[in-house]
Nanobody, 126 residues
């Protein structure tokens, strides 16, 4: 059974940094992809970034480039999202999601992820 557990969220001030973690278990193939997505209050869920297991390649939504960095620690089966220079508009619940078999070059669409974590809240005050 696939499990994804997010951690690292919290209340920070504008300009601060946070590192989110996603501990994954139960993903048995080498072709999975893990993504970070977020949902702000009153808004639809949107993708942030993703990283592929087999080659470590990653993608970002254009608006996140430069401030957010995705990385992984294979020994810990953990994917990280480093978020720098946070802004109030980054306030959201951040979710980790996985697609067990993925060969695409870009991140999956939100509906294509088949496993989800429960999310971790990030609040950025101005």
């Amino acid at each position: 059974q696939v499990q994804l557990v997010e951690s690292g969220g919290g209340l920070v001030q504008s300009g601060d940094s946070l590192r989110l973690s996603c501990a994954a278990s139960g993903l048995t193939s080498d072709n999975y992809v893990i993504g970070w997505l977020r949902q702000a209050p009153g808004k639809e869920r949107e993708g942030v970034s993703c990283i592929r297991r087999r080659d470590g390649s990653f993608s970002y939504v254009d608006s996140m480039k430069g401030r957010f960095t995705i990385s992984r620690d294979d020994a810990l089966n953990t994917v990280y999202l480093q978020m720098n220079n946070l802004k109030p508009e980054d306030t959201a619940v951040y979710y980790c999601a996985a697609q067990a078999i993925w060969y695409g070059d870009n991140c999956p669409w939100i509906t294509e992820y088949d496993h989800w974590g429960r999310g971790t809240q990030v609040i950025v005050s101005s």
